[in-house]
């Protein structure tokens, strides 16, 4: 049996992961979403729940994410973590999981400069979907100072001309 590939998109939002994963997506791999499924749960935080709420109702998510990953990488499918991972811990945790249950980890990293980043936060906090939280210029900032760039860790580096 082929080992599945489980795709972990890790760089901060706006860096073009969502764009990235639809492709993987016609290509057969199932998307596990953390936005999207934060949306389909909870509503969109700051209007449906307090932003304070935000990380209790992730733990909830990522719970059942984590139970569903194992059940498909099991199965044999393909997945792809429209998620984020800011942080080498995190990178290295999902790694381990995907590997003890039969799959393949592929670490895609978007490295998008900050300018364009802001550009498009701009242009999403104008949307009204599951994947346009809204995120302020500060925010995303904060995000990019303790956001761990992954280096030496089996990453493929993905420009942002590359997925847009």
Aim: glycine share 8%.
């Amino acid at each position: 049996m082929v080992k599945p590939d489980v795709y972990l998109l890790c760089g901060p939002a706006g860096a073009g992961k969502t764009t990235y994963a639809e492709n993987l997506v016609a290509m057969g791999a199932v998307k596990l979403s953390l936005d999207e499924s934060m949306a389909e749960s909870h509503g969109r935080a700051g209007t449906d729940y307090p932003k304070e709420r935000y990380p209790e109702l992730e733990r909830a998510v990522l719970a059942e994410h984590r139970a569903r990953l194992i059940g498909m990488v099991t199965a044999g499918t393909s997945v792809v973590l429209d998620y984020g991972f800011g942080r080498r811990d995190q990178r290295d945790e999902y790694k381990e999981l995907i590997t003890e249950h039969g799959g393949q980890w592929r670490l895609l990293y978007f490295n998008t400069p900050l300018d364009v980043l802001r550009q498009r936060l701009a242009e999403r906090n104008q949307r009204d979907d599951a994947n346009a939280l809204p995120i302020t210029q500060a925010e995303i900032v904060e995000f990019v100072s303790w956001f761990e760039v992954p280096d030496g860790e089996g990453e493929e580096i993905i420009e942002p001309d590359a997925h847009t």
